[in-house]
């Protein structure tokens, strides 16, 4: 007599299959679907550098890395992406970090390079943040700083040309003796000399390290080369080198004055930001104060946007424009410094949709591996409230403020709906994160827990506008962070999609880029009029809805 055999599991190709789509519906709302790699190039480049510190001048290697288009076509902007700059600063440097009281620095890059097409040129500026590292006990200390950089796009047809030049390191120093840990020791504000000693401005906390790319650097530090036009070749307005690199003719240099006064016609263009068109506000969602959050004197609203990276899957989600109500801190005195006034502020703020602490659902569709259209939806929620902590340090020299803001926010991803071919597939209602998004506090001692970092810093020289990010006027938030396991992720029949999850998405290295427009001030409104830019509509929501910069 033959065993009755029990009722058999779905076979485990069908099994697989469903998995794989509910997988590839869930990393849909992280990953959009991109082109292929092709016509990239990837470059890594090892340059020879001088840095100056206060033992005196350094012999430094920057490793610089960076995925540039091969070409493009005459006027379409690009932004060279993965950009990473890596400084290995010698065993002399980590000595003068340790006199100073410092056990861990953080530090943030600004390296200057030149964009040339053929006689033209323009500059821009490459910025990253850091992660905070141990001084070492003995040997180098290599800082590793990642960020977004400005878009280009060449005027004409030639060889759009990019070159290093020279690069600042801010370091905030963390001291030894975490019982005197103060705000001070995360501020990595400092004052933008060439160079750093005993005399810059720079107080006990935090060091800028100017350097200088070095005479025998390869190929002048040039990094990358991309084609513009059909084959590279320049435009009849152009002015270039023959193909043997021969210098212009006697009859090209009697035509010099004229090339100089059309060159910043033909000039590299360099956008801070990558152009795009702000959502209509039909578009995003309601953003203002109501009698169940009713505004008080302080009280600020404002539209966030952005991207966030996904790290194991080399992609980004786009994060539309979300509402936050602030309450806006009031400045105190910050610790004495004989160079600068200094001010601190804690402020607090909240996402709100439909009267929730998060921001609205994000849908992203795509086809998945057998052709199927995929439509999944996440949301991001607070599991407490966001903190915004900023000192503001005047320069008593020459009135110079710089500002900088860390936002710390505790929030949860939340996937909600998740469709295949139009069909729902059901993943439960507690499918999320097990903890919040997490980051490498600079101050953990005053700041514990999971929670995401956010850092911007704002400028402003006097008599000038200011650039980089404030509260009030907003601008570029950047951070990263670390994804969670995902817990609660299960289909109506029992599939457990926790694991599969986890592996495919959750992990460390992930950059987040965030752009606040300016904030609308509730009890002192700013409408639009012919002269001025508005900061608030007639029923007091905030006027700029922000544009997401990758």
Known sequence: MKAQRAAAPRPPRVRARTTSIAAFVVLAALIPTTASASGTQEIEVALPYVCTLPSGQLPTTVRISAEFPERADAGETFSPSGVTTTVELPAEAVADLTERGAAQVRAATRLEVGVA????TAKATWRGGAEPVALPGSGPLTLVSKGDVPSVAGRGDGDLTFTAGTLAIDLALDPADP?????????PAAPRS?????????????LTVGCA???DAPDQGLLATVRVGADGSPSPGGSPSG?????PSPDREAQGHGREERQGDRSPEVLETAPGAAPDRDDVPPCRYDEQHPPTDVSLNAYVTGYANVNKMKGAAYLPPSCLLIEQGIPVDGPPDPEHIIFDTVSWANFHYQGRKETPPFPSTFLSFD??????????EQTGPIRIDSRIKLR???FTTVTDTYVRAPLVAHVTDLEVNGTPLDVGPDCRTETSLTSVDPDPANHPGDHLVLYGRGEQLIGQ?????????GGTLSGETSIPAFTGCGTADGEDLDRLLTASVSGPGNHIKQVQGQTCAIAAPVFPTPETPGQCTEDLQPYEIPVAER
């Open 396 to 398: 008593l020299s020459d």
């Open 117 to 120: 097409q053929n006689e033209a």
């Open 465 to 473: 506008e200011a650039t980089g990010y404030l509260l009030l006027s």
């Open 371 to 380: 052709f199927a259209p995929v439509k999944a939806t996440m949301v991001l």
């Open 194 to 206: 060439a160079a750093t000693g005993p005399d810059s401005d720079s107080g006990p906390d935090s």
């Open 213 to 215: 790319l070095a005479e």
């Open 243 to 247: 193909p043997d690199g021969a210098s």
């Open 179 to 187: 019982a005197g840990t103060d705000p001070a020791a995360t501020d």
